[in-house]
């Protein structure tokens, strides 16, 4: 078998990774930190990511992860972060309003849902997805 010469190189290919997750979340299978992080992509000869806190996906407050997040990827242009959402306890437009002004202000623009924990009902997603 042969190569095809006409293939691009991996690294002419500007490859994006639009799901990391960063921190510690098992012994094995784990980047804890934006250096390594670094590092996997640049094995992979991926250029930039989109990167959530595991910490945010998963424990309670969501905020504690997302602000962690935040300080441990400053400074690396080629890590985007993801902000965790889901829809404020207070139900109306102002909350909802207020935690996007919020995710702005910081720098991120986007979020992943964390249907999982309140369900997919359209009705409790509704101002936030509005907000948003």
């Given amino acids: 078998m042969q190569s ?4 691009p190189d991996l690294r ?11 921190g510690r979340f098992s012994s094995v ?3 804890s930190s934006a250096a390594d992080l670094i590092a996997h992509l640049d094995r992979y ?5 989109l990167v959530h806190d595991y910490h945010a996906r998963m424990i309670h407050p969501v905020d504690h992860g997302n602000r962690r997040l935040l300080a441990g990827i400053q400074g690396q242009p080629r890590l985007h ?3 965790v959402l889901h829809p404020p306890l207070t ?12 995710m702005l202000t910081a720098g991120v623009r986007a979020a992943r849902l964390r249907l999982r924990l309140k369900g997919s009902l359209p009705w409790v997603w509704e101002d936030l997805l509005d907000a948003l």
């Fill in 4 to 7: 095809n010469p006409q293939m």
């Fill in 12 to 22: 002419d290919l500007n490859l994006f990774d639009s799901c990391v997750t960063l």
């Fill in 29 to 31: 299978m784990c980047i």
């Fill in 45 to 49: 000869a991926i250029r930039e990511a």
């Fill in 81 to 83: 972060p993801v902000w």
């Fill in 91 to 102: 139900p109306g437009a102002n909350a909802a309003e207020a935690m996007v002004q919020e």
